[in-house]
């Protein structure tokens, strides 16, 4: 599992995908600033732990965007950048859409 871990986190740690992590959790965090009630648990279609999973990708990519690479294998897996990339572009999607 460590292997795993490892080499899903060196493959990337690239220059451009982090360019475009840290872009898209800009962008994500901008939506939610802009209007905060789509993401509302109360007034929106969204369930609390989608909200979560927003929060943790935007910290994430963040994290990934600005270089930062955890040295421990723990937080190699909770910082993992291709699941939150996913999340953001999904993210981004259902906002604009």
């Known amino acids: ?3 795993l ?3 899903q986190y060196r493959l990337t740690d690239k220059g451009p995908l982090r360019a475009l992590s840290l872009i898209l ?3 994500l965090a ?5 209007d ?8 929106s279609n969204m369930a609390v732990w989608q ?8 910290c994430t990519g963040v994290i990934h965007g600005v270089g930062f690479r955890p040295r421990q ?4 897996a909770l910082f993992l950048p291709l699941p939150a990339l996913l ?6 999607y259902w906002f604009y859409s």
């Open 1 to 3: 599992m460590r292997q």
């Open 5 to 7: 871990i490892r080499t």
């Open 25 to 27: 959790s800009l962008l």
């Open 30 to 34: 901008g939506c939610l600033f802009w």
């Open 36 to 43: 905060p009630s789509r993401y509302a648990a109360q007034s």
């Open 51 to 58: 909200g979560f999973l927003g929060i943790w990708a935007v």
């Open 73 to 76: 294998i723990r937080w190699q």
């Open 87 to 92: 999340i953001l572009l999904v993210g981004i």
